[in-house]
C-alpha cells in the first residue's frame, strides 16, 4: 500500500545527493507519525479511523488519482504528498496542557455559546450547563459518571475537530515541543519546506477559495536540489484523497466499543455512510461512488458528502491550469455517477434527487414562523382537517360521479354521500415518553380521512409550495365538480404549516388513484433531517382502506400555562371548560388543558364542515372522551339553511334572522366551506345572518391563514350578502305571512328589519316591507306599544332606555339610542305619513325642570356615573303631535351644538331644516358629504342642511376664510341655483342666529362663547 509514491521517492532521491534528505527524513517520520496518530483515539473514539491506515489510504486514492503520472512527480513534492497524508490530522492528537490551556481560552466560550443556541446539536444538553470554571455546574448535563465522561470527551473532540487543521499546522513545525514528536529538524533541509508542509495541513480543512487566493499556497516553489515543487498541486490532491476516504471499512469496532452505544447521532450517521459503500471505483478515468444507507441519517450524510466530492471534484477542474504543475499530468478523472439510495423498501422519489421540501420551501416556513401568519397551535391543525376533508370530497366524486343521478350533486343537502362517507377521525393521545423534555407532555395526533391518498405523482406536487396548483390530473378533476364541492385547499401552504408544530409528520396513505399504498415521513425542512421526505412503498393489501392516516407528535405542557375560565353555562360542555372546573392545582400532576382546547376547536370545525368529524381525547389520566360533531347543534336563534346556487353569481349557504337590535349584523358570521373567518364588511342594519361561501378559490376570497376576509373581497361579500339576503327574505315571505298570527313577535321584528331596509336600500325592499304593514309598530318597547301610542294625539317618546336604565321619565313609551335603534325613526316617519301629524325633538330637561339646573355643569370631570348621565341626556326626545310645531325647541338644539362642540375628533354637522328663513340652503336629494347628523332621528328627515361650523375638540370654528371656501363648495349642491355672495349672506345670517340669538339665550351661553372664540375671529 502507498508503495508507489514511496517507491518513486526513493528512485528519484537517487538523481542527486540532496535529495536523499527528502527520503532519510521520510525514513524517520513513515515510522514516528503513526505512533503519535495512534493516540487521536483516545478523544476521538466516535471517528472513523485516523491512523496511519487513513493515512495510507489517502495515498492509494492519490496513486490511483494520478495513475503513471506518479512518474511525473518531483522528489519533493513526493515527499509533500506521503509527509502531509501522515501529519495533516496530527492536530487531532491532543496532550492535556493544551486541553487545560482551550478550556480557559475566550474562543471556547464562544463556542460553548453557539452549543447552546442550537437545540439540534447532540450536544446541546450537556453545553446547556458546562463550565469550565465552576466543576459544580460541569456535569450537570449527564446522568452518569461515565455518561459524564463520555460527553466531555465529545465536547472537547467537537472542539479540536474545528481546530485541527490549524493544529496541525504548528505541530508540523514545532512536533517536539508541542507533542513531544521526535521528528529531526536539522539543518539539511529548509525550515521554509517545513513550513510548505504544515501550510499544506492547514488548507485540509479551508474552503476551496481560501486555498486559491493571495494568502492560500502558492502554484511553485523552490524545492530541494535543482527542483520547484507545487504546493497547491499537493494540497488539492491531499483534499481529493480524504475526501475519498470512503470505503466500508473506516471504522474500527474496537474503537466503537470504547465509544459505547451512546456515542452521538452524527457518529452513527457515518458510520452508516461507510457501511452503506456499495461500488467506488477511483482511477485516471472516473470516479464512482454509489451507497445504499440504512438509515435516515446515514443517507443524508452520504448525500454531504457527495456533495463535498462533487463541489471539490468541480473545483479543481475548473482551476486545474492554476494547480498542476505541468499539461503532461493530465487532468483529473471524470466524476461519474454518485448515487445513494435507501436501502430496504424505502424509495426515493426522483432518481439522483434528494427527496426534500426546496429551498422555497424552507424560506417559507421560516417566514411563516415569524410572521406570527399562524399565532396558535390550531390554525396548523385546521389546515390538516381541511385537507382531509377535501380528500374526502374529491374521493367521493372521483369514485361516485359517474354511477349517481345528477340531481344528487345540486346541493349539499340533496347529496346523500356527504353523510354516508366515512367521517375524518382525529385521535389526540397522551403517549407516556419517558425521553419527553421536563414539563412537556407527549401526545400523538393522528388524523384519518376516507379520502382519495396520495400517489407518488401527487407526492412530487406537494413537496412544492403551492404546488398542488401545478398537479393537473387533480386540478382536471375538481374543474368537473360542482362549485360547492370542490376542496377549500388553494394557496398550497397548509401542509407545511404543520411543521410549526412537528419535525416530523408520518403518512400511512393509499391512493384511489393509482392503488398504491404508501407510508411517508417528512421532515421539516427547518429541522434536523433537513425535509427530507422518506417514502416506504407498502405491499397492496386489499384489507387496507383507501384514504390517509397522518400522525405527528405534539409536545404540550403537562401542566397547562394559561387557561380561560368557562365565561357562560353552555360552554360547560367543552372539554377545556370540564378539565377547568376539574382541575386541582396542588393535587394534579397534570391538566392537558391544551389538548382539551384542542379537542374543543377540532369539534368546532366539524360543526359545518361538509364532512363529518369525530374526534376521540385520550388522556393518560381521566377518561377518554369520543364526540361526532356534525351541523345538527346549530344556535338556535337562526332559520334553516338555505341553499342559493346563484348569490351574485355566488353559490351559498344562507340563513339569517331580523333583530331589533341595529347592529345584529355585527355579530354575523362568515364561513368559507364551512370554516368561519373574520369580516368587517357586509353591514345590514336589524338582521343576524350568516352565509357560508361555497364558490371561488381560498385565495380570492381569504388571507392566506384563512383567518380574515381578503381586504380586496370586500365590495364582492357585500354584493353577494345583499344578494342572499334578498333572496332569502323574497322566498321566506310567503311562509312568513302564513306563520304571522303564531308568531307575532318575529313578524314585527321582520318588519322593522324590512322597513329599515326600505330606506337605505329601496325596491325590492319597499315592496317587501309593504307586505307586512305597520307591524314593525308591535315591536315591544317600554312603557306604552307604539301602535297604541298612535292613537294619541299628543305624546312622547324617550330614547337612549335599556334594561337597567328602565323608561325614560314622563314619556309615554321609551325605545334604545336613535344610532342603534329604527323604531324612533320609522314612527317618525309614520306619524307624518298617516296622521298628518308633526314631530318635535326635545332635550330631555325640557321634561323635568329640576334637572335642567345641571347643565351647566355640562363637560365638567366629575367621575364615570357623571359621564353616563350626561350621555342619557344627549338622547333626544319626540314628541308626536297632531298639531303643527317646530321640528327641534331650541334647548334641544342647543344642547347638541354643544355637545358636538366637546365630542372628540374634527367633524361636521348636518341638520334638518326647521325654520323656512334657512330653506334656501337646502341640499339636493342626492348629496354626499362626509358630514354626521346632528340629532340621529332627523336623517329621516326631507330636507338638509349642512351647518357652517368645523366642530374640533373644544373648539367651534368659522373663520371668514373658511366660510369663504365652504361657500363655494356647498354651491352647487344646493337644490336651488344661488350665487356664492346669496349663499354666504344666508350663512352669515345663520350664524348670527345661533351664536347670538339660539345660543347666548341658553343654558350654555358661557361654553358656547368659549368655543367659538377659539379662532379669534367672529364673522
Ligand atoms: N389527507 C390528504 N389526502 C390526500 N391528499 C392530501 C391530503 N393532505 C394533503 N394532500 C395533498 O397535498 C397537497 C398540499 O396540501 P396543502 O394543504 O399544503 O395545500 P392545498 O390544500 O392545496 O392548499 P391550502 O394551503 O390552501 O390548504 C394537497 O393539494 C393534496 O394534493
Ligand atoms: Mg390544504
Known amino acids: 500500500m502507498a508503495d508507489i509514491l514511496i517507491d518513486h521517492l526513493k528512485k528519484k532521491s537517487g538523481e542527486h545527493g540532496a535529495l536523499k534528505t527528502l527520503a532519510s527524513q521520510w525514513d524517520f517520520d513513515a515510522k514516528l507519525i503513526p505512533k503519535a496518530l495512534q493516540a487521536v483515539g483516545n478523544l476521538f473514539p466516535h471517528y472513523s479511523r485516523h491512523d496511519e491506515s487513513h493515512s495510507r489510504q489517502i495515498l492509494v486514492n492519490i496513486e490511483r488519482l494520478l495513475g503513471e503520472s506518479v512518474s511525473l512527480l518531483t522528489a519533493t513534492d513526493t515527499w509533500l504528498i506521503l509527509e502531509a497524508a501522515y501529519w495533516h490530522d496530527i492536530g487531532m492528537v491532543v496532550p492535556k496542557q493544551d486541553l487545560s490551556e482551550e478550556l480557559q481560552s475566550e474562543e471556547f466560550q464562544d463556542f460553548l455559546a453557539s ?52 493544529r496541525a499546522e504548528a505541530m508540523v513545525r514545532a512536533p517536539w515541543s508541542s507533542a513531544g514528536i521526535s521528528s529531526p529538524r536539522t539543518e539539511l533541509m529548509p525550515a521554509r519546506l517545513f513550513r510548505v508542509l504544515g501550510r499544506i495541513c492547514q488548507m485540509h480543512g479551508t474552503s476551496f477559495e481560501a486555498l486559491l487566493s493571495a494568502d ?547 325596491e325590492p325592499w319597499r315592496g317587501l316591507a309593504a307586505q307586512t304593514g305597520g307591524a314593525w309598530k308591535d315591536v315591544s318597547v317600554i312603557g306604552q306599544s307604539i301602535r297604541t301610542c298612535f292613537d294619541l294625539s299628543d305624546w312622547l317618546l324617550g330614547t337612549g332606555a335599556d334594561a337597567t336604565s328602565g323608561p325614560v321619565e314622563h314619556c309615554d313609551v321609551s325605545t334604545g339610542s336613535p344610532s342603534g335603534d329604527a323604531v324612533p325613526t320609522l314612527a317618525l316617519l309614520a306619524w307624518e305619513r298617516e296622521k298628518n301629524g308633526s314631530v318635535q325633538i326635545l332635550a330631555v330637561d325640557e321634561l323635568n325642570p329640576a334637572s335642567a339646573s345641571a347643565a351647566g355643569h355640562l363637560g365638567t370631570p366629575a367621575g364615570v356615573e357623571h359621564t353616563m348621565r350626561e350621555t342619557r341626556r344627549m338622547n333626544p326626545v319626540l314628541r308626536f303631535s297632531l298639531d303643527p310645531q317646530p321640528y327641534y325647541s331650541d334647548a334641544a338644539f342647543a344642547l347638541h351644538l354643544i355637545s358636538n362642540a366637546r365630542s372628540i375628533g374634527n367633524h361636521r354637522c348636518l341638520v334638518a331644516i326647521r325654520d323656512a328663513r334657512w330653506l334656501r340652503l337646502a341640499l339636493r336629494k342626492d348629496f354626499q358629504l362626509p358630514a354626521t347628523w346632528l340629532i340621529r332621528p332627523c336623517a329621516s328627515s326631507p330636507t338638509a342642511m349642512l351647518l357652517p361650523y368645523l366642530f374640533t375638540s373644544g373648539e367651534v370654528q368659522v373663520t371668514p376664510s373658511q366660510l369663504m371656501r365652504l361657500c363655494v363648495r356647498m354651491q352647487p349642491l344646493l337644490a336651488v341655483e344661488l350665487t356664492i355672495d346669496e349663499v354666504r349672506h344666508l350663512y352669515e345670517d345663520l350664524i348670527t342666529y345661533i351664536d347670538d340669538d339660539l345660543m347666548a339665550a341658553s343654558a350654555y351661553a358661557a361654553r358656547w362663547r368659549a368655543a367659538r372664540s377659539g379662532d379669534g375671529h367672529r364673522v
Open 216 to 762: 492560500g499556497l502558492p502554484f511553485k516553489e523552490a524545492g530541494m536540489a535543482n527542483e520547484d515543487c507545487h504546493p497547491r498541486f499537493v494540497a488539492c490532491l491531499l483534499r481529493m484523497g480524504d475526501l475519498l476516504d470512503l470505503d466500508d471499512n473506516r471504522f474500527c469496532p474496537v474503537l466503537q466499543r470504547i465509544a459505547g452505544d451512546d456515542r452521538p447521532a452524527t457518529s452513527r450517521a457515518h458510520e452508516d455512510k461507510h457501511q452503506a459503500i456499495r461500488h467506488l471505483r477511483i482511477d485516471r478515468d472516473r470516479i464512482e461512488v454509489s451507497a445504499e444507507c440504512q438509515t435516515i441519517p446515514g443517507y443524508l450524510e452520504a448525500f454531504r458528502w457527495f456533495d463535498w466530492l462533487k463541489q471539490e471534484t468541480q473545483n479543481q477542474m475548473a482551476h486545474w491550469q492554476e494547480i498542476a504543475p505541468s499539461r503532461e499530468l493530465g487532468l483529473l478523472p471524470t466524476l461519474g455517477n454518485l448515487t445513494v439510495t435507501l436501502s430496504g423498501d424505502l424509495q426515493v422519489l426522483q432518481e439522483g434527487r434528494r427527496p426534500q421540501f426546496g429551498i422555497d420551501e424552507k424560506n417559507v416556513i421560516g417566514l411563516l414562523q415569524g410572521s406570527n401568519l399562524y399565532n396558535s397551535a390550531f390554525p396548523c391543525i385546521r389546515e390538516l382537517l381541511q385537507n382531509a376533508v377535501d380528500a374526502t370530497l374529491l374521493g367521493i366524486w372521483a369514485k361516485e360521479s359517474r354511477s349517481a343521478l345528477s340531481g344528487e350533486w345540486a346541493s349539499p343537502a340533496a347529496c346523500g354521500r356527504l353523510q354516508t362517507a366515512s367521517p375524518v377521525k382525529v385521535e389526540l393521545i397522551e403517549s407516556d415518553d419517558p425521553a419527553g423534555e421536563a414539563g412537556k407532555a407527549t401526545w400523538f395526533l393522528r388524523i384519518t380521512d376516507g379520502g382519495t391518498g396520495i400517489s407518488s405523482a401527487d407526492l412530487l406536487h406537494m413537496l412544492r409550495i403551492g404546488g398542488s396548483q401545478k398537479n393537473a390530473a387533480r386540478q382536471r378533476l375538481i374543474r368537473a365538480m360542482p362549485e360547492w364541492m370542490k376542496p377549500s385547499g388553494a394557496f398550497g401552504i397548509g401542509l407545511q404549516s404543520a411543521f410549526l408544530l412537528s419535525d416530523c409528520i408520518r403518512l400511512k396513505t393509499k391512493s384511489v388513484f393509482s392503488n398504491e399504498t404508501l407510508e411517508l415521513e417528512m421532515h421539516s425542512p427547518l429541522g434536523p433531517n433537513e425535509g427530507l421526505v422518506v417514502v416506504r412503498r407498502v405491499p397492496n393489501d386489499v384489507a387496507q382502506a383507501y384514504g390517509t392516516a397522518l400522525e405527528m407528535k405534539l409536545r404540550l405542557h403537562r401542566f397547562a400555562q394559561s387557561w380561560q375560565i368557562p365565561a357562560f353555562r353552555r360552554d360547560h360542555d367543552s372539554v377545556a371548560a370540564q378539565l377547568v372546573m376539574s382541575m386541582d392545582p396542588l393535587l394534579d400532576d397534570t391538566f392537558p388543558y391544551d389538548a382539551g382546547k384542542m379537542v374543543d376547536e377540532v369539534v368546532a370545525f366539524g360543526k359545518k364542515s361538509p364532512i363529518r368529524v369525530a374526534c376521540e381525547f385520550a388522556p393518560l389520566a381521566g377518561e377518554k372522551k369520543s364526540f361526532l360533531a356534525d351541523s345538527l347543534a346549530a344556535p338556535e336563534e337562526a332559520g334553516d339553511w338555505r341553499f342559493l346556487p346563484d348569490a351574485n353569481g355566488h353559490c351559498v349557504e344562507f340563513r339569517y334572522r331580523p333583530h331589533r337590535d341595529q347592529s345584529a349584523s355585527h355579530q354575523s358570521r362568515f364561513l368559507y366551506r364551512g370554516q368561519p373567518f373574520k369580516c368587517n364588511a357586509a353591514y345590514f342594519p336589524n338582521v343576524w345572518f350568516e352565509i357560508n361561501l361555497l364558490s371561488g378559490a381560498a385565495g380570492t376570497w381569504l388571507s392566506a391563514n384563512r383567518d380574515e376576509l381578503a381586504p380586496k373581497a370586500a365590495d364582492e361579500i357585500e354584493a353577494v350578502a345583499l344578494s342572499a339576503l334578498t333572496q332569502a327574505v323574497e322566498a321566506d315571505m310567503t311562509r312568513y305571512r302564513e306563520e304571522s298570527a303564531a308568531r307575532p313577535e318575529y313578524w314585527a321584528d321582520l318588519s322593522l328589519f324590512l322597513h329599515v331596509m326600505a330606506l337605505s336600500e329601496g
Open 115 to 166: 452549543l447552546r443556541q442550537s437545540p439540534q446539536h447532540d450536544l446541546f444538553r450537556f453545553a446547556s450547563t458546562f463550565d469550565p470554571s465552576d466543576l459544580a455546574k460541569c456535569f450537570l448535563g449527564a446522568d452518569t459518571p461515565t455518561d459524564a465522561v463520555a460527553r466531555f470527551n465529545e465536547l472537547m473532540a467537537e472542539w479540536f475537530r474545528r481546530k485541527h487543521p490549524a
